[in-house]
């Protein structure tokens, strides 16, 4: 059988759906019909506010304003900033900056894109030599518009401090959506998880910003999941580190520790299967556009802070109002595949930092085969680790174990974990920080912008 708390991807594709359900237990299939209880109802409101009259709908609103005092409008559209519906692109014009865009494939077929910041502000470069490259990463399920999208953000700083910024775009998100062979229909598009971010789209990005440039080495700054990928591949892949001239990471993510705690323990140890139940083997978050553009925006960020708040007990007060709030998680979600989320789900069951498990024999105690393990001992280039204190979702001691040599450690008491990027002080807490650090390791006569 099935050991409960650790799912995998191979079993529940091959099983059919009795097999699937069986595998569950009595306790897996009472919260199984739970979710499709959830499930029945999302879909029959989007029904509902699709055919339901405007007018109606503004009734109820004002109805639910009477008989609730202080509530917020729940159906009746706000004005929205200009900013929320714009793509990367359109924010870096916004912003007043000169921005690229980039296609990078991989070896295993996928296209990437690779969004550009290559001057400061309005174009301007008083730099007298070319600008040392730098590739910033997101984290799982996001894209690159969580790096632009507000003005006192970490790729503007980069490019005001003197730096070519390269924002790179994980395989299934917003921005790279094609394949040489699937389309995103097919399973095989969706057949992927933070191994072949590693393995094949960190290289490739990489190799490209390297060879357009004409550097011999570049920097790179990863948040969340984008410190994973850079963990797991430069462990593996020695000639790629070799061209790492700092790799800074940013909430890192290695070993997941919060997910192990209360009830989201629960959560772990079922909710896979539920996953791979309803969603097969494709995308996740697909329901995730319909309430961000239904919703008021102030309305969506009271969501998305409540969410937080009851699984992975982040306050979210770092972030700032509910304004600056709405304009941030506009941007906040994208694409990926159910494998990847599963994937952390394993890290975070047997509690290591390894590669996928795609055995059939799940039981505890001793196993014929061993999942390979990622060792982030071995990476040789230079590291800086930032934290935040109050951040619980990850385990940042195990990890700094594995690189007592780091070249720098900055713990920032009460930030939570999306605090590193968002946070409203993050450009004086943690930006000036990460590009002194990338400035202290570019040749001498880099013309680089001190603060």
């Known amino acids: 059988d099935v050991e409960d ?5 191979s079993v529940f594709s091959r099983m059919s759906l009795l097999g699937r359900v069986q595998a569950l237990g009595w306790q897996g299939i009472s919260r199984l019909a739970l979710a499709v209880i959830v499930i029945v109802c999302e879909v029959m409101l989007k029904m509902v506010m699709f055919v339901m009259p405007s007018r109606l709908l503004q009734l109820i609103d004002s109805e639910i304003k009477i008989h609730i005092p202080g509530s917020v409008s729940v159906f009746k559209k706000q004005e929205v900033d200009p900013t929320y ?12 900056y000169c921005g690229e865009e980039h296609v990078v494939r991989t070896e295993d077929g996928f296209f990437l894109a690779l969004h550009r910041i290559p001057f400061g502000r309005d174009g301007q470069d008083t730099s007298t030599t070319q600008r040392p490259a730098v590739l910033v990463q ?9 790096w632009v999208c507000c003005e006192d953000s970490l790729a503007f700083a980069l490019a005001d ?13 917003k921005y790279s959506c094609r394949h040489l062979r699937y389309g995103m229909h097919e399973a095989g598009f969706w057949d992927f998880s933070l191994d072949e971010m590693a393995m094949y789209d960190l290289p490739a990005a990489v190799e490209y910003i390297l060879q357009d440039t004409g550097h011999s080495t570049m920097s790179y700054v990863g948040f969340s999941q984008g410190t994973g990928q850079a963990f797991a591949g430069l462990s593996l892949n020695h000639q790629l580190a ?15 520790k919060g997910l192990q705690q209360g009830m989201l323990q629960t959560f772990i140890h079922i909710a896979p299967q539920s996953l791979f139940l309803f969603l097969g083997v494709k995308a996740v978050l697909r329901d995730a556009e319909f309430w961000r553009h239904n919703l008021p925006r102030e309305t969506y960020a009271r969501l998305i802070d409540r969410s937080c708040r009851h699984l992975f007990a982040w306050s979210m007060a770092n972030i700032g109002s509910i304004e600056r709030k709405a304009r941030m998680y506009s941007h906040l979600f994208s694409f990926t595949s159910v ?19 795609d055995q059939h024999d799940f ?5 014929a085969l061993q999942p390979m393990g990622y060792p982030i001992g071995q990476i040789r280039c230079p590291i800086a680790v930032f934290y935040g204190d109050a951040d619980q979702l990850t385990d940042v001691q195990w990890l700094l174990k594995q690189i007592p040599n780091a070249r720098a450690v900055h713990c920032i008491p009460t930030y939570e974990h999306l605090d590193l990027m968002w946070a409203e002080d993050a450009n004086r807490k943690v930006f000036p920080h990460v590009c002194a650090l990338l400035q ?10 001190q603060d």
Not at 246 to 256: D, E, G, Q, T
């Open 363 to 367: 039981r505890k105690g001793y196993r």
């Open 85 to 96: 519906d714009m793509n990367t692109m359109e924010l870096i014009a916004h912003y007043g």
């Open 339 to 357: 494998k990847t989320v599963v994937h952390w789900f394993q890290i975070a069951v047997v509690d290591r930092f390894q590669m996928w498990d």
């Open 161 to 173: 401090a003197g730096f070519d910024v390269w924002l790179g775009n994980n395989r299934g998100n």
């Open 242 to 256: 070799a061209k790492i001239n700092m790799f800074i990471a940013l909430s890192p993510a290695a070993k997941a």
């Open 5 to 9: 708390g650790v799912p995998l991807l």
């Open 440 to 449: 202290s390791v570019q040749p001498k006569h880099q013309d680089l912008k």
């Open 138 to 146: 997101h984290g799982l399920m996001q894209n690159s518009e969580s």
